[in-house]
């Protein structure tokens, strides 16, 4: 099986999903012929050459009238897929997050509205608090709206063809740690559904769930402990919304502890919700305090070494693990 890049199979995801469906359109900033063609990364590369401006539609900067317009074409028989740079931005499209992505529920189901919202995520390249941020947990308060998180090339590339296909709006997160990454992706065409999470490693005395980037960190704190006798099993949830809470409560019946790992400040956060939710459903099987490794409830830093120490990371993880051991 060949190996291929983060960004290579957002690609190929993108020129299958296109050339299979006509209905499919890409609208955002840097998706069309100009001096950064292809995107800010590459995901788009090739495409507007093949598909043409009415399918790889370039606009001015606004994510205003970039999610708008992919909404009320979304709800009017096309299939959207509107190209945000950063999550940090969806903060300007405020009404039309909060609100109109709601517009199937309002219509009581007469319409669909199928609509992919890309849109980078994460520090580590001293980006600064405007450009860095994950939201999370922000995002799952919205209701109506699914979120993917992949950690993988394999994963990004069946979630990104599920998530294009679905007939609800999606927020497909892409951390910058992991543009050059890369895995075995089959040449073969594959779907992975939105709502099933991934066993990344399997183990025997704590339950890591970790998300996008974080993934990489637990498996490799899950090597160091190893070594000290400790059997880590890291899950990775893929999607936030649906989340597969049967995985990670199976996994804690089994393990009896757990540890959420997700780049984000504590409060609010996405471990949270995940820690209610084992606390809730699960908790007789638990044999110590859930912890979670999230960042400081502070804006992310740009200077490079304030970064670092912002960013959790794998001896944060082995920390919390030796102390619920």
């Given at each position: 099986m060949r190996e291929i890049a983060f960004n290579q199979a957002l690609n190929e995801a993108f020129d299958e999903e296109m050339e299979?469906?006509?209905?499919?359109?890409?609208?955002?900033?840097?998706?069309?012929?100009?001096?950064?063609?292809?995107?800010?990364?590459?995901?788009?590369r090739g495409l507007f050459k093949k598909y043409g401006p009415q399918r790889m539609n370039e606009t001015p900067?606004?994510?205003?009238?970039?999610?708008?317009?992919?909404?009320?074409?979304?709800?009017?028989?096309?299939?959207?897929?509107a190209a945000l740079f950063f999550v940090d931005f969806l903060g300007v499209t405020g009404d039309e997050l909060l609100n109109q992505l709601q517009m199937r529920y309002m219509f009581g189901g007469k319409i669909k509205?199928?609509?992919?919202?890309?849109?980078?995520?994460?520090?580590?390249?001293?980006s600064a608090a405007q450009h860095s941020k994950n939201l999370y947990g922000l995002f799952m308060a919205i209701k109506g709206l699914k979120i993917v998180v992949p950690s993988t090339p394999y994963d990004a590339k069946g979630l990104l063809k599920s998530s294009i296909r679905e007939d609800n709006p999606v927020l497909f997160?892409?951390?910058?740690?992991?543009?050059?990454?890369?895995?075995?992706?089959?040449?073969?065409?594959?779907?992975?559904?939105?709502?099933?999470?991934?066993?990344?490693?399997?183990g025997s005395d704590v339950t890591v769930v970790a998300i996008a980037f974080m993934v990489h960190r637990a498996l490799a704190a899950a090597a160091k402990l190893q070594q000290k006798g400790i059997s880590i099993e890291v899950i990775d949830p893929r999607t936030l919304v649906p989340l597969d809470t049967q995985t990670i409560i199976d996994s804690v019946k089994k393990t009896g502890r757990l540890v959420i790992m997700s780049e984000e400040p504590r409060t609010a956060s996405a471990a949270g919700e995940i820690s209610a939710m084992v606390a809730e459903e699960a908790f007789d099987f638990l044999d110590?305090?859930?912890?979670?490794?999230?960042?400081?409830?502070?804006?992310?830093?740009?200077?490079?070494?304030?970064?670092?120490?912002?960013?959790?990371?794998?001896?944060?993880?082995?920390?919390?693990?030796?102390?619920?051991?």
């Amino acid at each position: 099986m060949r190996e291929i890049a983060f960004n290579q199979a957002l690609n190929e995801a993108f020129d299958e999903e296109m050339e299979r469906d006509p209905t499919i359109f890409i609208i955002g900033e840097d998706v069309g012929e100009n001096w950064f063609a292809g995107g800010p990364k590459g995901q788009f590369r090739g495409l507007f050459k093949k598909y043409g401006p009415q399918r790889m539609n370039e606009t001015p900067i606004s994510e205003t009238a970039i999610l708008g317009s992919a909404i009320g074409a979304a709800a009017t028989g096309m299939r959207s897929i509107a190209a945000l740079f950063f999550v940090d931005f969806l903060g300007v499209t405020g009404d039309e997050l909060l609100n109109q992505l709601q517009m199937r529920y309002m219509f009581g189901g007469k319409i669909k509205l199928p609509l992919t919202i890309l849109a980078g995520s994460g520090a580590g390249v001293s980006s600064a608090a405007q450009h860095s941020k994950n939201l999370y947990g922000l995002f799952m308060a919205i209701k109506g709206l699914k979120i993917v998180v992949p950690s993988t090339p394999y994963d990004a590339k069946g979630l990104l063809k599920s998530s294009i296909r679905e007939d609800n709006p999606v927020l497909f997160i892409t951390h910058k740690m992991l543009v050059g990454l890369t895995s075995q992706v089959p040449e073969e065409e594959y779907l992975i559904p939105l709502g099933k999470a991934d066993i990344k490693r399997e183990g025997s005395d704590v339950t890591v769930v970790a998300i996008a980037f974080m993934v990489h960190r637990a498996l490799a704190a899950a090597a160091k402990l190893q070594q000290k006798g400790i059997s880590i099993e890291v899950i990775d949830p893929r999607t936030l919304v649906p989340l597969d809470t049967q995985t990670i409560i199976d996994s804690v019946k089994k393990t009896g502890r757990l540890v959420i790992m997700s780049e984000e400040p504590r409060t609010a956060s996405a471990a949270g919700e995940i820690s209610a939710m084992v606390a809730e459903e699960a908790f007789d099987f638990l044999d110590a305090p859930i912890k979670r490794v999230c960042a400081p409830d502070t804006p992310i830093p740009f200077s490079p070494v304030l970064e670092k120490f912002w960013m959790p990371d794998e001896d944060d993880l082995i920390k919390a693990v030796t102390e619920i051991m």
